[in-house]
């Protein structure tokens, strides 16, 4: 199991968070946290973007009407 220190919300403090047993195989890393004082869980997730690597396309212009 892996523990950290974090601010709960319920709690209204910077209590100690662990790990329960993971059984999607993150091990130490998983993202899931409960709080020991209340139980209260948490998801620690990073993001990352990539750039693209394709030119942006526009959104297409309106059609224009002409007179008559």
């Known amino acids: 199991m892996s523990d950290r220190e974090l601010y709960c919300d319920t709690c209204e403090g910077v209590v100690l968070f662990e790990a329960p047993f993971c059984g999607d195989g993150h091990g130490a890393d998983c993202p899931e946290l409960a709080c020991t004082g209340c139980g209260a869980a948490v998801l620690v997730a990073t993001v990352t973007f ?3 690597t394709r030119s942006r ?12």
């Open 57 to 68: 396309r526009r959104a297409p212009h309106p059609a224009r009407r002409h007179a008559a």
């Open 50 to 52: 990539r750039p693209s």
